[in-house]
């Protein structure tokens, strides 16, 4: 245990104990970045009863999620509002012993290997949208493409990792989602009135998830009745153990393919939108990717096997999730006192960071602001800290899903820019609406044509 010394963590001060609470829910991307350019990467401050240390500096985010992250738990009202949605699944599990067995159970379905097979899946997916998309581009129609990568990645996901089709149920489950997403952010910033209260919003919340519930009990339910060993995910699930010989309970299986579902197809959809806008936004980015598409696939459909050639490509993709990370906030519980750099953290602490902003710290980006694919050439990467890029996490519970995730979207990417040059709507703004994922408010609408 750790003697508390050091100094005490800085931050803002009122006789309104709600000013902070308020100021975070109603434009949390910038209040944070207020703290940090005032305080500098350690503040304190209060969000309604609870007091937080949000953090900047990459060394104090390896500190909570490497160096010390046994001193670190899920244990927080973000993985406990998001607890509601997914149960005690992979994401949302608080001990370390349980976590790790959960891990090693699903693990196997995120292999490279299999990854790698599931690539013809991907962009036969995406080629059946895109015969949709020859309509839009012949037409000029105008179209939200944050609501096709949804929808795209969706149907990917849920083929790739439990061989089910839900294009039927796409719009539903996605929907529903999106209600939950926004409750439990606007919960998250003020708790109140409490969930048990049989209020209409909390009504819609709770529906919004029997909804969601449906679906996945609906998977679990269809699997039971063939008795089919397929080799995905959920035959894992499916086949899995305890150290008694106890196989997973329906509400155990649930809980896993919720976590599944949701992380898999949310965050990659947030991402490509996101790319989109920006590409719309560069065209001497745009230019270069068709160049280095055009060269490496000369009109080929993608495989797997091309993407460690096509270098700029994801450069574009990671670049797009510097500046708008779909997990753009987490937060981790301090189980005893700690210490970070020179600063007193007692026991019990809601410690916080947001990705959206230490991707941008000046420090550590040439130009923080700025959509610049070149932050990621090798040699740039290999002088930055490791925990200044955070896209998909860091430490022991770093995504396991990051390279299905990279794949698919690299490969989604590759496919639909070969073809189409991508234009924002005219005298469309999009702005990013920081849910539990970051995502464009009311979407991204755009037009096509082929290239």
Known sequence: MITLRGKTVPGPRSLNPLKSTFAFRRAPLQFLAELQKHYGNIVQFRLAIWPMIFIGHPDYIKHVLQGNHHNYDKDVLMFQFARLLTGNGLVTAVGENEWLHQRRLVQPAFHRQYIDALGTLMTT??????????????????????????????????????????????????????QVNAFLIDYFYLPFPPLFVPTPRNSRFYSAIQKMSTIVYEIIHNRRQCQENVGDLLSILFDAVDENGQGMNDKQLHDEVMTVLVAGYEAPASALAWTWYLLAQHPEVEERLHAELDQILAGCIPTVGDLPRLDYTRMVLQEAMRLYPPVWLLMRRAIQDDQIDKYRIPAKSSIVWSSYISHRHPDFWEKPELFYPEHFLVERSATRPRHAYMAFGGGPRICLGNTFAMTE?????????????????????VEPEPLLSLHPKNGVFVSIEHR
């Open 125 to 178: 997916a995406t080629d059946v949208m895109l015969q949709q998309w020859d309509t839009y581009a012949r037409e000029r129609q105008v179209f939200d493409v944050a609501e096709e990568m949804t929808n795209l990645t969706l149907q990917i996901v849920s083929k790739s990792l439990f061989n089910v089709d839900v294009s039927t149920k796409t719009n539903s489950f996605c929907q529903a989602f999106l």
């Open 409 to 429: 979207m690299q490969l989604i990417l590759a496919t639909i820019a070969q073809r189409y040059r991508v234009s924002l709507a005219p005298g469309y703004h």
